[in-house]
């Protein structure tokens, strides 16, 4: 399987995050509707499976390794996502409060990926310090990515709405 130059897991996601900063950079230049629009779908097709691949894969990882609520507000704060992502791949840049829900997006992103990327306390320093297999995660995560975007380009649409996850431990 090729890593694409991902060291482990972390620098998978951290990765992830360059790459939507940089579609929201272009989001807010944008000037034509259909370019917004191209932009807003890719924005929404790599936060779901971006989202995908930490909660079915990362996130459980270190349920029990880390402090819980700072998984569990990595939750809440996906499912605050996919609430905009829905209701933005639901409408067109011509769709009153369409700029104003992909800005609110942005913001809600960074702050969770600020939260993940806190040097010492944050998620990603937390996940560091357990002892799990980063390099195995990130095999793991990368051919559940590929196999995501397979689909989203299969499909030729916007991958399934997200719903939101279960908060209830199992």
């Not at 369409?98 to 996940?127: N, T, W």
């Amino acid at each position: 399987m090729k890593t694409n130059g991902f060291t482990d897991a972390i620098a998978l996601l951290k990765a992830d995050h360059r790459k939507v900063e940089q579609l929201f950079e272009q989001f807010e230049k944008a000037r034509s509707a259909g370019r917004k629009q191209d932009i807003a779908h890719e924005i929404c097709t790599e936060l779901k499976i971006h989202t995908t691949i930490e909660e079915e894969i990362f996130y459980p990882a270190f349920r029990g390794k880390i402090e819980d609520h700072t998984l569990d507000e990595a939750y809440v704060e996906h499912d605050g996502a996919k609430v905009l992502i829905n209701d933005i791949e639901a409408g067109s840049p011509a769709d009153d409060f369409y700029d104003a829900k992909v800005k609110v997006l942005s913001e809600e992103i960074k702050h969770h990926v600020r939260e993940e990327e806190m040097p010492s306390e944050g998620m990603f320093a937390q996940c560091r310090e357990t002892g799990v297999d980063l390099v195995e995660l990130r095999d793991r995560m990368m051919a559940r990515k590929e196999e995501l975007l397979r689909q989203a380009k299969a499909a030729g649409l916007p991958m399934a709405k997200p719903n939101a996850v279960n908060l209830i431990p199992a």
